[in-house]
C-alpha cells in the first residue's frame, strides 16, 4: 500500500473526532455554548433558514444521520458500541444538585422520517457528568416518548402518538428540580398539554448537561429485524431550544 493512501487510511478512519465549538447563531436563552458530539460532518448538523415555513423562529437546527456516521474519542466509542449519532452537548457542564430551570424546544419530523425500531433513537437527553443519561427523550416503536432513567419504575411517557408526529411542529417544556432526594421534580409539556408531573430523584450525580439531536443505539437490531446491511438516514429538525429561568423565557 503506498503511503498516501496509508496517510489517507489513517485520516479517516484511526483518527477520533475531535469536539467542536458550535458557533452561536442562534438565541439559546440561559444556555452557555454547545459543542458537537462525535460527529463532525458537514451535513450531520447546519443551521438553516426555516424550509417548514412554520417553525417558531427564522433560524432553525438541522440534524442528519447517514449509515457509518460512528465516531469515538478517548472516554466513548460509538462504533464498538453500535452506534451512530448526531448531537449538541453542553460545552460547560456546570448544572448541580440542588437548581432548578425551565428547558424548552420545539422538534419537527418529515413527512419521510424513517421509524427504525428495534434501534432505539435518542431525540433530546438530559446526562450526567462522568455517570449515565437521567431523563431520554426517544423514537422507539411509535412516536415520541421519555423514559425515566433514574426512579428504579424505568417507566416510559407517551408524549406523541405515532400518527400525529411528522409534518408539524411540536412544542416541548420543561421544568426541572434537580435533586438526589424526594425534593426533585420533572415535569413535561406537549404542545402546551402537561404530560409529565414526576416528583422524586432526579439526578443520582453531582453534575446535569443537556444533549440533543439524533443519536442511534443498537444498529444491529434494526439490520437483522429488516435483514438490511444499514440503518436508513434520519434527519430531525429543532427550533428555539433554550434553558430559563421561567416559562416565559422560553419564548421565541
Not at 68 to 74: A, I, P, V
Not at 109 to 136: C, E, R
Request: net charge neutral; hydrophobic share 35%.
Amino acid at each position: 500500500m503506498s503511503r498516501f493512501l496509508i496517510s489517507l487510511w489513517l485520516y479517516f478512519f484511526v483518527i477520533p473526532v475531535q469536539a467542536q465549538s458550535v458557533a452561536q447563531d442562534i438565541n439559546h436563552g440561559d444556555f452557555g455554548p454547545f459543542m458537537r458530539s462525535l460527529n463532525n460532518t458537514s451535513y450531520g448538523y447546519q443551521v438553516i433558514q426555516d424550509i417548514t415555513d412554520s417553525a417558531p423562529t427564522k433560524l432553525i437546527e438541522k440534524f442528519e444521520v447517514r449509515p457509518g456516521d460512528c465516531y469515538w474519542n478517548k472516554g466513548w466509542n460509538d462504533c464498538e458500541q453500535d452506534r451512530e449519532r448526531s448531537e449538541l452537548s453542553e460545552q460547560q457542564k456546570m448544572t448541580p444538585a440542588g437548581s432548578d430551570a425551565w428547558y424548552g424546544w420545539s422538534i419537527y419530523f418529515p413527512d419521510d422520517y424513517p421509524n427504525v425500531f428495534p434501534t432505539k433513537v435518542a431525540l433530546g437527553q438530559f446526562h450526567q457528568a462522568n455517570s449515565h443519561p437521567i431523563w431520554m427523550f426517544q423514537n422507539g416503536r411509535g412516536g415520541y416518548h421519555l423514559d425515566d432513567h433514574i426512579s428504579g419504575a424505568k417507566k416510559h411517557y407517551e408524549l406523541i402518538k405515532e400518527s400525529d408526529l411528522r409534518g408539524r411542529w411540536h412544542k416541548i417544556e420543561v421544568y426541572a428540580r434537580w435533586a438526589k432526594d424526594d425534593s426533585g421534580v420533572f415535569q413535561v409539556w406537549v404542545n402546551g398539554e402537561q404530560k409529565v408531573d414526576y416528583q422524586g430523584s432526579t439526578m443520582d450525580a453531582d453534575i446535569m448537561y443537556f444533549k440533543y439531536g439524533v443519536y442511534r443505539s443498537f444498529l444491529s437490531r434494526y439490520k437483522q429485524a429488516k435483514q438490511l446491511n444499514a440503518v436508513p438516514p434520519q434527519i430531525v429538525y429543532y427550533s428555539n431550544v433554550k434553558r430559563g429561568k421561567n416559562r416565559a423565557s422560553l419564548q421565541p
